[in-house]
C-alpha cells in the first residue's frame, strides 16, 4: 500500500490583514504622536525685577497674580535669596495677610517644588522681630492644601503631603528659605494660591485689617518647579504605544514564523512510504 506523503502547501505569503495593518499603525502613530506632544520642558521658574509694579506677571508660560497690591522683588540681607512679593504693608517687599498670589499654569503640571523666602519663627529677625512663627497655605484650585510653618531656624511643620528642607537658615541676616518637594505629590495642577497663615484673629484681614501687623506670617516666593510631563493622560499614551507595538510585533512574528514553515514545506521532497 502507497502512502502518499503529505502534500506541500504553497508559501503563505499573506501579510495580516489591511485592515489589522492599518488600525496598528494608526494606534502607534497616534500613541507616539500625542506622547511626544504632552512633553514639556522641566521648568524652574525664579521671578525676577522685570514683575515689580506689575499685578500680573508671565514667565515661561507661568502667570503669576498679586492681590491686594503690586508684585515687589524682595533681596533683604546680603546673600539672601531673593524673591517674589507684593507692595501693601504692613511689611511692603512680602505677602500679607490681606494679600495673596495666584500661579496659573499655561498646562496643568505636577508642582515638584515651591521655594518660600523671609519665613522666620517667632522670635527671630533684627528690628522687626516676629511674634508668631511664620506659616504660609498654598491651595489648588481643587481644594487640596498644605500648610508650611518655621518653627525653628532649621525646623519646621508641614500639614500636607510633600516634604521639606531649609535652603537657608531662618535667623537673623539669613535668608529664612526652605523648600517644600512635591506639595501636592504627583496631582496635576492648574493653578493655586499662595497666602499668609492666620496665625491669630488679629491677622485676619476679614475680621480686623487694621491690626495685621509683622506679629503675623509674611513671606516670598522665590521659586517654582515644574515636571516635564503637561497632561495627566501621558501615562496611558505610553501604555498604550507599548501595547500597539507589542501587538504589532506579535503579528509580525506569527507572520514570520508562518512563512518560514511554508517555504520549508514547500522545499520538503514529498515523502513516499513503502508498503
Ligand atoms: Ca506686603
Ligand atoms: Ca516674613
Known amino acids: 500500500m502507497r502512502r502518499l506523503g503529505r502534500r506541500a502547501r504553497p508559501p503563505d505569503l499573506h501579510m495580516p490583514s489591511f485592515a489589522f495593518r492599518s488600525f496598528s499603525a494608526i494606534l502607534i502613530a497616534s500613541a507616539i504622536g500625542l506622547a511626544f506632544a504632552s512633553r514639556c520642558r522641566a521648568a524652574t521658574i525664579v521671578p525676577d525685577v522685570t514683575s515689580v509694579g506689575q499685578t500680573s506677571y508671565t514667565v515661561d508660560g507661568i502667570t503669576f497674580q498679586a492681590s491686594g497690591g503690586t508684585f515687589t522683588y524682595a533681596s533683604k540681607c546680603p546673600g539672601c535669596m531673593p524673591g517674589l512679593g507684593i507692595s501693601g504693608d504692613p511689611v511692603g517687599?512680602?505677602?500679607?495677610?490681606?494679600?495673596?498670589?495666584?500661579?496659573?499654569?499655561?498646562?496643568?503640571?505636577?508642582?515638584?517644588?515651591?521655594?518660600?523666602?523671609?519665613?522666620?519663627?517667632?522670635?527671630?529677625?533684627?528690628?522687626?522681630?516676629?511674634?508668631?512663627?511664620?506659616?504660609?497655605?498654598?491651595?489648588?484650585?481643587?481644594?487640596?492644601?498644605?500648610?508650611?510653618?518655621?518653627?525653628?531656624?532649621?525646623?519646621?511643620?508641614?500639614?500636607?503631603?510633600?516634604?521639606?528642607?531649609?535652603?537657608?537658615?531662618?535667623?537673623?541676616?539669613?535668608?529664612?528659605?526652605?523648600?517644600?518637594?512635591?506639595?501636592?505629590?504627583?496631582?496635576?495642577?492648574?493653578?493655586?494660591?499662595?497666602?499668609?497663615?492666620?496665625?491669630?484673629?488679629?491677622?485676619?484681614?476679614?475680621?480686623?485689617?487694621?491690626?495685621?501687623?509683622?506679629?503675623?506670617?509674611?513671606?516670598?516666593?522665590?521659586?517654582?518647579?515644574?515636571?516635564?510631563?503637561?497632561?495627566?493622560?501621558?501615562?496611558?499614551?505610553?501604555?498604550?504605544?507599548?501595547?500597539?507595538?507589542?501587538?504589532h510585533a506579535c503579528a509580525f512574528v506569527l507572520f514570520y514564523r508562518r512563512s518560514r514553515s511554508s517555504e520549508f514545506r514547500s522545499q520538503r521532497p514529498s515523502v513516499a512510504a513503502a508498503s
Open 93 to 247: 517687599d512680602e505677602i500679607d495677610p490681606h494679600e495673596m498670589m495666584t500661579i496659573i499654569l499655561a498646562e496643568p503640571r505636577v508642582i515638584t517644588g515651591l521655594v518660600i523666602g523671609y519665613l522666620y519663627p517667632a522670635g527671630t529677625f533684627g528690628s522687626t522681630i516676629d511674634a508668631v512663627d511664620e506659616g504660609v497655605v498654598i491651595q489648588t484650585t481643587d481644594g487640596s492644601t498644605i500648610t508650611f510653618v518655621a518653627t525653628g531656624p532649621t525646623t519646621a511643620s508641614l500639614t500636607g503631603s510633600g516634604s521639606w528642607s531649609s535652603i537657608q537658615a531662618a535667623q537673623n541676616g539669613s535668608g529664612g528659605a526652605w523648600r517644600i518637594t512635591t506639595p501636592f505629590g504627583g496631582v496635576f495642577v492648574s493653578s493655586l494660591q499662595v497666602r499668609p497663615l492666620i496665625n491669630t484673629s488679629d491677622c485676619d484681614p476679614a475680621i480686623s485689617s487694621a491690626k495685621v501687623t509683622t506679629a503675623c506670617s509674611d513671606f516670598t516666593l522665590n521659586e517654582i518647579d515644574l515636571s516635564d510631563v503637561a497632561e495627566p493622560n501621558s501615562a496611558l499614551l505610553v501604555g498604550t504605544g507599548a501595547f500597539a507595538l507589542g501587538l
